[in-house]
């Protein structure tokens, strides 16, 4: 489950809009405003990367995307075998 009010503050504070986020992240504008509606759930590509486009720490990327920490561990396992 994603913290989409916290997602959405630290967007607020990243200065980027959502379009240009949208582009950066290579994620479509409709998806990226249909995640933050709560329609649908992030994807670990998508999670990966918003994190490096909004440039979030991995504990800030932790605390918005896996609030349940179990889904935590198919990220780490993506990201370490990459």
Known sequence: ????????????????????????????????????S???EFKASEILSLSNTLNMSQSDRDEIFFVDKSELNSLNT???TR
Do not use: C, P, W
Not at 8 to 35: A, C, P, Q, W
């Open 1 to 36: 489950m994603v913290d989409v009010d916290a997602l959405r503050k630290h967007i607020d504070r990243s200065g980027m809009t959502i379009v240009f986020i949208s582009e950066k992240s290579g994620i479509s504008r409709e998806t990226l405003y249909n995640r933050l």
């Open 78 to 80: 993506k990201v370490t």
């Open 38 to 40: 709560n329609q649908g």
